[in-house]
């Protein structure tokens, strides 16, 4: 059996899928990003990261309100095309940076403003990441995180990491809203606010977007026939598959 590093596993689940990343419905538009475009316009940054950019949505809106952005992913092929978009849309000045969340590959303090979206349930170790991401900020700056949250009940965990890993080998944990605080405390950050959102996952586009095999489709449709009528209402499980998850927006200052 052939195995390889977690980060290349992120790389090779992303890589050949960073097109159907930039097109996706699910992560170009939403709530979210129109709140995240509204607190980068209040901020109005000098140098503005995204960390774990992957079709570059939240990079796009920072840079229409920073004086430069810098995406930075695991994943080169999904910067390439971070790159190539940007430059479609005139965006002169987005850079893009290769490297893991845990060893980021800048100064102390060379950021003033910070955006993480749908990204740190992907990190190999998610506090050393958040450590970082404290560590690259100026003191007092903006830093907004956007995530799939767990509920926290352990069966209602438990099905949601379940079929995460399934459909994706590169997930790690949709953390808690607790341990989220927690990790964002330790790491030196004060949470300001919080915003919960429901997010409707359309099944079929959700699986193709990660090419899940045949076999993970059927054993990820199965769990949904199987699940106890609490956890089918609590994340409003379709016929086809479609479900609805949490999704939690931290805004925070680096302390
Ligand atoms: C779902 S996509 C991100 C979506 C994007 N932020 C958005 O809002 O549209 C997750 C991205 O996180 C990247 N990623 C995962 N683990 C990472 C790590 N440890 N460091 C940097 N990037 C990482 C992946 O390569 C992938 O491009």
């Known amino acids: 059996m052939m195995t390889q590093s977690h980060d290349a596993v992120v790389r090779a689940q992303f890589g050949p899928r960073a097109n159907a990343y930039v097109q996706s419905a699910v992560h170009a538009a939403g709530e979210d990003l129109d709140a995240v475009e509204a607190i980068v316009r209040r901020c109005a940054p ?5 960390l774990g950019a992957g079709g570059g949505h939240v990079a796009y809106r920072l840079a229409r309100h920073a004086a430069a952005v810098t995406a930075v992913d695991l994943s080169a092929e999904m910067l390439a095309a971070v790159a190539h978009t940007a430059r479609e849309r005139g965006l002169s000045n987005l850079a893009t940076c290769a490297a893991p969340a845990e060893d980021l590959p800048f100064a ?3 950021f003033d403003f910070l ?5 740190a349930h992907h990190w190999r170790d998610f506090e050393a990441g958040l450590r970082q991401a404290r560590r690259v900020l100026k003191g007092g700056s903006t830093a907004l995180f956007v995530d799939i949250v767990s509920p926290g009940a352990a069966a209602l965990d438990t099905h949601l990491q379940a079929v995460e890993l399934l459909r994706d080998p590169s997930h790690i944990r949709d953390y808690t809203r607790r341990e989220w605080e927690a990790a964002l405390t330790g790491a030196g950050f004060a949470v300001q606010a919080t915003q919960l959102r429901r997010l409707r996952m359309d099944y079929p586009t959700w699986v193709e977007r990660m090419r899940t095999p045949e076999a993970h489709r059927a054993a990820i449709r199965s769990l949904q026939r199987q699940v106890s009528s609490e956890t089918a209402a609590y994340y409003e499980i379709e016929p086809d ?7 939690l927006q931290m805004e925070a200052v680096a302390a």
């Open 115 to 119: 955006a993480c979206r749908f990204s």
């Open 241 to 247: 598959g479609s479900f609805t998850i949490d999704s």
């Open 46 to 50: 000098a140098h503005a990261i995204d």
């Open 108 to 110: 102390d303090a060379a």
